[in-house]
Nanobody
């Protein structure tokens, strides 16, 4: 299976970006989907998740109210809408698919928040 992210870039503080991740080679609807990020020199952290069944979502406090994850099983796509971006949101953002011990990762897309 493969995941391919897109939509990263440079944005000013307070701005918005929408990341997309397209899946192929596996049954997308079976998988829980996640967005992770890895800031420069730091570890990887989960910033959003959406379940496979009822599409329940979860966000850590660091992004709650600013980020929104969504999925379209018909298009094998998961999106991350990021609003009110802050410099501390600067990171490489990764898409992840997880189900019963199987994991797929994308190559990552860079998000830089700077004036």
């Amino acid at each position: 299976g493969q995941l391919e992210e897109s939509g990263g870039g440079l944005v000013q503080p307070g701005g918005s970006l929408r990341l997309s991740c397209v899946a192929s080679g596996f049954t997308f609807s079976n998988y829980h989907m996640f967005w992770y990020r890895q800031p420069p020199g730091k570890g990887r952290e989960m910033v959003a998740s959406i379940s496979n069944g009822d599409h329940a979502t979860y966000y850590p406090d660091s992004v709650k109210g600013r980020f929104t994850i969504s999925r379209d099983n018909a298009k094998n796509t998961v999106n991350l809408q990021m609003n009110s971006l802050k410099p501390e949101d600067t990171a490489v953002y990764y898409c992840n698919a997880h189900w019963i011990g199987r994991d797929y990762w994308g190559q990552g897309t860079q998000v830089t928040v700077s004036s």
